[in-house]
C-alpha cells in the first residue's frame, strides 16, 4: 500500500491525515504540539504521522510524501518558517529539510491558512467558477488566505494575509508578537479564554476553554455571551477589511 500524509502544524495540536493514491482517507491523528524546542517539534510531528500511519494500519516504509501546513512566514523555495510565533519559531527555521531529513520522504511546505484558502477555492470552484476567494483561518492565530485570479497570493516576502497581527486598538492586550491590541490578541481561542479568565467565567474555579465559553454563551450565560461578542465584533472588523480590500466573491 502507497500512502501520503497531511499535515497540519499548529499551535495547540497537529492533525495528521493518511491517504492512499485515490486520495481516500485511511487514519488520522490529532496530538498536541510541542513547541518548546525546534528539534522537539520536529519530533513530536514525526511521532504523529507514525501514530497516524498505525490507525491506517501502514508503516513508515508505506509512505511516499508528506505536504505540511504551518502558520508563519512561509519561504516555498527554501523551506523556511519564520514569524511563527505561536510555534516558537521566531527565527528563519529549516522545517521542510528537518521533516525530510526525519521521515525519509519528500515534504511539500505550504503556510496553513493558504493551503486551505487553495482547497476552499478548488471546492467552491466545484460548485461555481471563481477567481478571487478570501478564507478567514481562526485558531490558535488569526490568518487569512488569499486567492486572487485563480492563483494562489503569498506577497512579495509570504507575508500576505497575515491579518492577526494588525493593531486594531493600541491600547489593548499585547499580543504574542509583541505589539498591543492585535486582532489575534482579541479573537483568537487563547485570548476569548483569557478574557473569560479575566471575567472570572470558570467551573468550580478551574478557567474555562474557548470551546467551553462558546457553549455557555449558546446555553445563555451573559458573560460568556459577552466575550463571544466582543470577540465576534473583531472578526467581522477582520472580514470587513478583506472584503474591501480585496473584493472577493467568496
Known amino acids: ?53 498505525a490507525t491506517a494500519g501502514a508503516t513508515r516504509a508505506a509512505l511516499l510524501a508528506a505536504g505540511v501546513g504551518v502558520p508563519g512566514q512561509v519561504d516555498t523555495a527554501t523551506g523556511t518558517v519564520s514569524m511563527a510565533v505561536n510555534l516558537n519559531l521566531s527565527q528563519p527555521y529549516p522545517l521542510r529539510d528537518a521533516l525530510q531529513t526525519a521521515l525519509g520522504v519528500p515534504v511539500t511546505l505550504e503556510n496553513d491558512v493558504r493551503a486551505a484558502a487553495w482547497g476552499a477555492y478548488h471546492r467552491a470552484n466545484a460548485t461555481r467558477p471563481i477567481a478571487t476567494l478570501a478564507y478567514l483561518g481562526i485558531g490558535t492565530g488569526i490568518a487569512a488566505g488569499l486567492v486572487l485570479g485563480g492563483r494562489l497570493y503569498r506577497g512579495a516576502g509570504g507575508m500576505a494575509g497575515e491579518i492577526g497581527h494588525i493593531p486594531l486598538d493600541p491600547s489593548g ?14 479573537a483568537a481561542g487563547p485570548a476569548i479564554a483569557a478574557h473569560a479568565a479575566e471575567l472570572r467565567l470558570a ?48
Not at 465559553?213 to 472578526?235: E, K, N
Request: with cysteine.
Open 1 to 53: 500500500m502507497n500512502a501520503r500524509v497531511g499535515l497540519d502544524i499548529g499551535g495547540t495540536k497537529t492533525a495528521a491525515l493518511v491517504v492512499d493514491d485515490a486520495g481516500r482517507a485511511l487514519g488520522e491523528v490529532v496530538q498536541p504540539t510541542d513547541i518548546s524546542a525546534p528539534e522537539r517539534l520536529v519530533a513530536g510531528v514525526v511521532a504523529t504521522v507514525d501514530r497516524a500511519l
Open 173 to 186: 492586550p499585547r499580543c504574542v508578537c509583541g505589539s498591543y491590541g492585535c486582532l489575534e490578541a482579541f
Open 203 to 250: 467551573d468550580d474555579g478551574r478557567p474555562l476553554s474557548t470551546g467551553e465559553v462558546y457553549a455557555r454563551s449558546v446555553q445563555g450565560d451573559p458573560t460568556a455571551g459577552h466575550v463571544i461578542a466582543r470577540a465576534s465584533a473583531f472578526l467581522a472588523r477582520a472580514v470587513y477589511l478583506l472584503v474591501m480590500t480585496y473584493d472577493v466573491e467568496q
